[in-house]
């Protein structure tokens, strides 16, 4: 493999990912793969990422959609249809450790790509499928698009004001979580192998991973028989566990236990909710919210929402402000989790988890289209490296 910008010791040091995905749920994956040290090919169409288009915002030109998946990749375009960019695609195949891709489900067996065609020759290959609804015949015609996910999978009918419209999540949520999944599911598959000497296909797709990302919803249904409906900002199962207003906004304030209800109560003033026999428990909490609600909002507006902040979180009690977005990466510099790393001139967010040894690394910008195709396919034509 061409030397990297900078070498990495992370813990994935000396894999070589083949990334044929696009648009966010397996560039994510790879992503993360890549912070850890794996060394990632992008594999492009002729005409790139969808997302490169995804505009806008830009920075300097280019899609922030694009850039804030890509880090730590090479690109080369390819076009499958030509029988040159054909073999570079099916060697470089053969060479990797992990194969991912977010084709529709059958759609690279045309061109040798699939996993069993991979297989044949590479038979250490964990490969790595992301689909929309999965590979049987009834999941594998329908699009997999993170909205339609989120309308099927139930997630809209729990998002929104209860006597409003559904609401998508902010982000595409679902995307995220397969990509997550996806990066389990490579990294255990990897640890298998050490085992079994062989690879084996993983497959991961969005309705799976929010139907086990819907948690405490879904097993409503599943385990209570109980089919869960929007509750704006509040709770089902908890109480306090919402915004409520003090005198200028709102604070989120996440009382979760009796502990915390009681140092809550004694901070606002009013300890003596905590020993009614309506609050004393979190089930009744939750039961007699309405009750309970308007008690709490009558001293939280008698300060500011900064004020209550202080003295909450002081008293242990979990709480905060409902922030932008660049007050929330304005908050996380503050508390020193140092948010945004700089790659090449490109500003990202830092991958989020650390090692004691094995930090993650951020060597390569996100590339350009094809920026380097030619030393990537000189290497794959090298017949010495790829016998």
């Keep these: 493999m061409p030397d990297a910008a900078a070498d990495s010791r992370g813990p994935l040091a000396g894999l070589l990912v083949a990334d044929f995905s696009r648009i966010l749920a397996g560039p994510y994956a790879t992503m993360l793969l890549a912070d850890l040290g794996a060394e990632v090919v992008k594999v492009e169409a002729p005409g790139g990422d969808d997302t490169r288009s995804w505009q806008p915002p830009v920075r300097d030109g280019i899609s922030t959609y694009y850039l804030a998946v890509n880090r730590n990749k090479r690109s080369i375009a390819l076009d499958l249809k030509e029988p040159k960019d054909l073999a570079a695609a099916q060697e470089l195949a053969r060479r990797a450790d992990v194969v991912l891709e977010n084709f529709k489900p059958g759609g690279l067996a045309r061109f040798g790509l699939d996993y069993d065609t991979v297989a044949a020759s590479n038979p250490r290959v964990v490969y790595a499928s992301i689909s929309g609804f999965g590979s049987g015949p009834k999941g594998a015609v329908l699009p997999g698009y993170d909205l339609?996910?989120?309308?099927?999978?139930?997630?809209?009918?729990?998002?929104?004001?209860?006597?409003?419209?559904?609401?998508?999540?902010?982000?595409?949520?679902?995307?995220?979580?397969?990509?997550?999944?996806?990066?389990?599911?490579?990294?255990?598959?990897?640890?298998?192998?050490?085992?079994?000497?062989?690879?084996?296909?993983?497959?991961?797709?969005?309705?799976?991973?929010?139907?086990?990302?819907?948690?405490?919803?879904?097993?409503?249904?599943?385990?209570?028989?109980?089919?869960?409906?929007?509750?704006?900002?509040?709770?089902?199962?908890?109480?306090?566990?919402?915004?409520?207003?003090?005198?200028?906004?709102?604070?989120?304030?996440?009382?979760?236990?009796?502990?915390?209800?009681?140092?809550?109560?004694?901070?606002?003033?009013?300890?003596?909710?905590?020993?009614?026999?309506?609050?004393?428990?979190?089930?009744?909490?939750?039961?007699?919210?309405?009750?309970?609600?308007?008690?709490?909002?009558?001293?939280?507006?008698?300060?500011?929402?900064?004020?209550?902040?202080?003295?909450?979180?002081?008293?242990?009690?979990p709480c905060g402000p409902i922030n932008t977005i660049d007050s929330g990466v304005a908050f996380a510099e503050d508390i020193g989790l140092d948010p945004v790393v700089t790659v090449g001139d490109i500003p990202t967010v830092r991958n989020p988890i650390t090692f004691s040894e094995t930090q993650a690394s951020y060597r390569l910008p996100p590339p350009e289209l094809d920026e380097h195709g030619a030393e990537l396919r000189r290497w794959l034509t090298d017949e010495e490296r790829s016998a």
């Design 148 to 317: 339609i996910v989120q309308a099927i999978s139930g997630l809209m009918s729990l998002t929104g004001d209860p006597d409003g419209e559904p609401f998508r999540a902010g982000i595409s949520v679902f995307d995220v979580m397969a990509g997550l999944h996806a990066t389990i599911g490579v990294l255990s598959a990897l640890n298998a192998r050490h085992e079994t000497g062989r690879g084996q296909h993983v497959e991961v797709n969005l309705l799976s991973s929010a139907l086990s990302g819907l948690v405490n919803q879904s097993s409503a249904y599943v385990a209570g028989g109980v089919v869960p409906l929007r509750m704006g900002n509040s709770h089902p199962s908890l109480f306090p566990y919402e915004p409520l207003p003090c005198s200028d906004g709102e604070l989120i304030i996440t009382a979760g236990n009796n502990g915390q209800f009681r140092r809550l109560t004694e901070v606002l003033g009013v300890p003596e909710l905590a020993d009614d026999e309506r609050f004393d428990q979190n089930e009744k909490r939750t039961a007699n919210r309405e009750d309970l609600r308007p008690l709490l909002v009558e001293r939280l507006r008698t300060r500011t929402k900064l004020e209550w902040f202080r003295d909450i979180i002081a008293a242990g009690v």
